[in-house]
């Protein structure tokens, strides 16, 4: 089943996993993680974008999210081509990505051998959408989204991990998902 098709259903909460295509480390760099919550934040103020759980990890991003603004999968799109045009530029931009020629190389490879890009390809196709129908399977999600940092290794509590919706002066705003009509 196409990605459109999961994550057509407007207004519905999906759980979301964006992944850097052979999970290369992108968002260590303060600039790039940063460059997302600036797009989120775009979009939550534009887009019809609800947010009710996030975390940003080194090669990927999870998200609990709906867009009342059209369809998700619209949304899907357009942000993920927007990021990965903005990534390029910053990593073939910033003076201190030492890593830059090697990335820029790596995700020039991949988008040659892709289908859908022409010059280059960073992100993995399939964010892997699922419908969220319930307050117990959204809290499994939020769950799983906080766990993620320690799971890895990266803190021992999931409220110290900055660039998630569990660190309590998270950078991002939330929508309470008790709101969203579940």
């Not at 603004?69 to 990965?84: H, I």
């Not at 190389?105 to 892997?128: M, Y």
Request: with cysteine; charged share 25%.
């Amino acid at each position: 089943m196409s990605e459109r098709r999961k994550a057509n259903v407007d207004g519905a909460i999906h759980f979301l996993t964006l992944t850097v295509l052979d999970w290369v480390d992108v968002f260590t760099r303060k600039e790039l993680a940063e460059e997302i919550l600036v797009n989120i934040r775009y979009c939550q103020r534009h887009k019809g974008l609800e947010l009710f759980a996030y975390v940003i990890m080194p090669s990927h991003l999870h998200l609990v999210t709906r867009r009342n603004d059209g369809p998700l999968s619209e949304w899907l799109r357009d942000f993920k081509s927007f990021m990965a045009k903005r990534v390029f530029h910053l990593i073939g931009t910033h003076p201190a990505e030492s890593r830059s020629g090697w990335l820029l190389e790596h995700f020039r490879r991949r988008g040659q051998t892709s289908s859908q890009n022409r010059e280059f390809a960073f992100w993995k196709k399939d964010s892997q959408p699922i419908e969220l129908f319930t307050p117990s399977v959204i809290e499994q999600k939020i769950n799983y989204i906080h766990m993620n940092p320690v799971e890895a290794g990266m803190v021992t509590e999931p409220e110290h991990y900055r660039l998630s919706s569990a660190h309590p002066d998270g950078p991002l705003v939330l929508n309470g998902y008790d709101q969203a009509g579940v």
